[in-house]
């Protein structure tokens, strides 16, 4: 016999080559033992502060941070170790002891440089709290509990968030419990003055609580303000004597001043729920209290507030109801790295974010990626909803029916795809406006496709049109991203479309002529029938043979860009001249070393993002006539361009190119003015501003314009 599991694992399973098979099960620690864990872990700590002291010696300090506490002595030691831990800065410390018994009243010998009043008897939270006010020095006051322990850059990210806006006066946090389920992601105040922690006993990582967003009120728990304007409000309000709404006041106050209150899920806060109370029945009916006062005192606050229902949590969790929501729908959450379109629709939902709009995106397909690449590509103020996708959708719906303003629907097949599941939910163009942003008309794709078949009698390009536009006519607005585009739209019977081209920001690369060599190909691969594939095989196939016969020596070709683990890329295997590199989170050194950039596309739709790309790092491009009819770019100016079915020609001009330096410099140099020109930020901005604007502007004289506005009432539940 053996003593334990890992006995028997060291002496038998492993000598045997036995697989590994660990228990399937899953501890579920409830919160009354996470409770008990957090406080022995805090007096576990306690012999550590015999040895050293925590330094909040302080000249110029940059928060103010004030500190209210009652006994729990090892809980006050383990917030103010979280605290000098989280933060490198001068932090000056006000601590108000309320008439402790315990060790508390030795604590500053513990916690050196801070300002300490010991009180002889306990005067409550507030009392102690404006009591501290007159001796801060920092531009910024933080209230924080003595029962909590700090998450990374938590107070770092509340002070840049706090610096985002003048008219921010306080920022909060998410507020996780001990047991690991949230305490709140901001709160609500409801129209009856009760108040509710968003997405309690939630999961940290839900996406409904980690993007920045105006809340009503963030709890004292972690509560950072500007000490002018706390000063002006002289604090918190006496009347909520001694706890409780006293916070809820103070945002309410703010909010009636001129400043928002808002919620940062970077700030994480671990809390243990009623640790500095002595009984929570004491702290609820104190809640119930301060809740009768704050409705006598802001009547008028609570009349612009919802009425407390579940339908109304999607829109009553933000504060500004000014601010329109908008629902993105995209085939997966728009990454830059995925091409495809995806750069494009990326900058069009962090121009929304940027603009002022409360965006949140759906994918219809889903999305695999990791939660890390998919928060850093987007503004912090966007929803992702990234555990979604179009089996989700109707009940998503469902649950947010009266939540949003505009809807956005990316590509023509995901109109197509759900258009009844919208229908289903009870939302419609007729009582929220839709548009469509086509990002690419694909009969235009198949029809090039036919053309490279050699069948291209066999394709009608009219009937496909229409097979891909039909249910189109039901969106308030319909944006192509060129030209051509918008002319074929309007051809086929739609009447308010518009033209959102693609940003791009010049940022040339600062090698010369003479110190680059090879050539550079950038795109996405993510199905076997992708442009890019093909053209990696047309060049494998018949441009490189052609560009041998008029170069001494072919350059390297690179690949560059994401590519689905599924697609078979064997057939370059044993190429050395082709080197496929796969996803690349800096392409600034490709553009800086590489000569020319090619882009042997034979057949797509749309605009190529990677040649506005190219052209913005100054690599000279070298295109088919189907990239340059979709840019309108002229060919001998901003790039070179050989017919889709000539690779000789094709190589002609990538040899001229890489081999001619005047005509590289110049190319180079006319299309970063293109660029500057056309597709600047400012530019895209006000374009999409116009299209955003013309779609929510009321239709009140028509019958659905009639619905809408009766439909989007606040919901009431008696």
């Known amino acids: 016999t053996v003593r334990d599991a890992f006995a028997h694992l060291r002496l038998v399973g492993i000598p045997a080559g036995l697989a590994y098979a660990p228990p399937d099960i899953k501890v579920k620690i409830t919160e009354a033992v996470a409770k008990e864990l957090f406080v022995a872990r805090a007096r576990d700590q306690l012999t550590s502060f015999?040895?050293?002291?925590?330094?909040?010696?302080?000249i110029h300090p940059v928060v103010s941070v004030v500190m209210v506490v009652f006994n729990k002595f090892e809980l006050t030691m383990l917030a103010l170790a979280s605290l000098r831990n989280n933060?490198?800065?001068?932090?000056?410390?006000?601590?108000?002891?309320?008439?402790?018994?315990?060790?508390?009243?030795?604590?500053?010998?513990?916690?050196?440089?801070?300002?300490?009043?010991?009180?002889?008897?306990?005067?409550?939270?507030?009392?102690?709290?404006?009591?501290?006010?007159?001796d801060v020095l920092a531009p910024v006051t933080l209230y924080l509990n003595n029962d909590i322990e700090l998450g990374f850059g938590a107070l770092e990210s509340g002070l840049n968030t706090l610096a985002m806006s003048v008219d921010i006066g306080a920022v909060g946090g998410k507020i996780i419990r001990t047991h690991g389920m949230l305490q709140e992601a901001g709160s609500i105040i409801w129209k009856n003055g009760a108040t509710e922690g968003y997405m309690r006993d939630a999961?940290?990582?839900?996406?409904?609580?980690?993007?920045?967003?105006?809340?009503?009120?963030?709890s004292a728990v972690f509560l950072l303000c500007r000490s002018d304007l706390l000063k002006s409000l002289k604090g918190f309000d006496e009347d909520y004597s001694p706890s409780y709404y006293e916070d809820v006041d103070l945002c309410a106050r703010m909010f009636k001043a001129g400043y928002r209150t808002v919620y940062d899920p970077a700030v994480m806060i671990y809390h243990l729920e009623y640790g500095s109370a002595e009984h929570s029945d004491v702290s609820i009916?104190?809640?119930?209290?301060?809740?009768?006062?704050?409705?006598q005192k802001h009547v008028d606050f609570l009349e612009t507030k919802f009425e407390k229902s579940d339908e109304n949590i999607s829109r009553a969790r933000f504060s500004h109801l000014m601010k329109k929501r908008v629902l993105v729908l995209d085939d997966t959450v728009p990454l830059r790295h995925f091409g495809s379109g995806f750069v494009r629709s990326n900058d069009i939902v962090n121009a929304m974010a940027d603009m002022g709009y409360n965006v949140s995106i759906f994918p219809v397909n889903g999305i695999k990626s990791d939660i890390l690449s998919i928060y850093n590509d987007f503004s912090p103020t966007v929803e992702v909803l990234y555990d979604q996708d179009i089996n989700s959708l109707k009940k998503f719906l469902e649950a947010r029916r009266f939540a949003y303003d505009l809807i956005w629907i990316s590509r023509i097949h995901n109109l197509s795809r759900t258009a009844a599941i919208f229908d289903e939910a009870g939302i419609s163009p007729g009582t929220v406006p839709f548009i469509l942003d086509t990002e690419a008309v694909t009969a235009n794709r198949e029809l090039a496709k036919a053309r490279i078949s050699g069948e291209p009698g066999d394709f009608d390009l009219r009937s496909v049109l229409e097979r891909e536009l039909s249910g189109v006519q039901v969106c308030r607005h319909v944006t192509?991203?060129?030209?051509?585009?918008?002319?074929?739209?309007r051809e086929a019977g739609l009447k308010n479309v518009s033209i959102l081209g693609t940003l791009s920001q010049a940022q040339p690369t600062r090698q010369d002529y003479n110190s680059r060599k090879d050539l550079l190909f950038v795109g996405s691969i993510h199905q076997e029938d992708s442009p890019n594939l093909d053209s990696l095989h047309w060049y494998l196939n018949e441009i490189m043979p052609a560009l041998a016969l008029e170069m001494e020596e072919v350059p390297l070709l690179n690949f560059v860009g994401y590519v689905d683990p599924r697609i078979d890329l064997s057939a370059f295997d044993?190429?050395?001249?082709?080197?496929?590199?796969?996803?690349?989170?800096?392409?600034?050194?490709?553009?800086?070393e590489n000569r020319i950039f090619i882009a042997p596309t034979r057949f797509a739709a749309g605009t190529p993002y990677k040649i506005y790309e190219s052209a913005a790092f100054g690599l000279p491009c070298v295109a088919t006539s189907l990239l340059a009819d979709q840019l309108g770019w002229r060919p001998g100016a901003e790039l070179l361009v050989a017919s889709v079915g000539d690779p000789k020609g094709f190589a002609q001009q990538i040899a001229r190119l890489y081999c001619t330096e005047d005509l590289w410099a110049a190319l180079r140099?006319?299309?970063?003015?293109?660029?500057?020109?056309?597709?600047?930020?400012?530019?895209?901005?006000?374009a999409l501003k116009q299209i955003m604007e013309k779609a929510l502007a009321p239709k009140l004289s028509s019958a659905a314009g009639r619905k809408h506005s009766a439909a989007r009432k606040p919901v009431t539940v008696g």
Not at 50 to 58: A, E, G, H, T, V
Not at 95 to 119: E, P
Not at 480 to 488: S, T
């Open 50 to 58: 015999s040895r050293k002291s925590l330094c909040f010696s302080s």
């Open 285 to 295: 009916a104190l809640m119930r209290r301060g809740s009768k006062i704050f409705r």
């Open 87 to 134: 933060y490198a800065g001068d932090i000056q410390l006000i601590l108000v002891n309320n008439g402790s018994s315990d060790n508390t009243r030795l604590i500053g010998k513990y916690a050196t440089g801070a300002i300490i009043h010991h009180l002889s008897e306990n005067i409550g939270f507030l009392r102690a709290a404006n009591m501290a006010l007159s």
């Open 669 to 686: 140099r006319h299309a970063i003015e293109r660029i500057e020109r056309e597709n600047n930020k400012l530019k895209f901005t006000e």
């Open 480 to 489: 192509a991203v060129n030209q051509v585009e918008m002319d074929q739209l």
């Open 203 to 218: 999961l940290p990582s839900a996406p409904e609580v980690n993007f920045i967003r105006d809340v009503d009120y963030c």
């Open 574 to 592: 044993n190429e050395p001249m082709i080197k496929i590199h796969g996803y690349m989170p800096d392409l600034e050194p490709y553009y800086n």
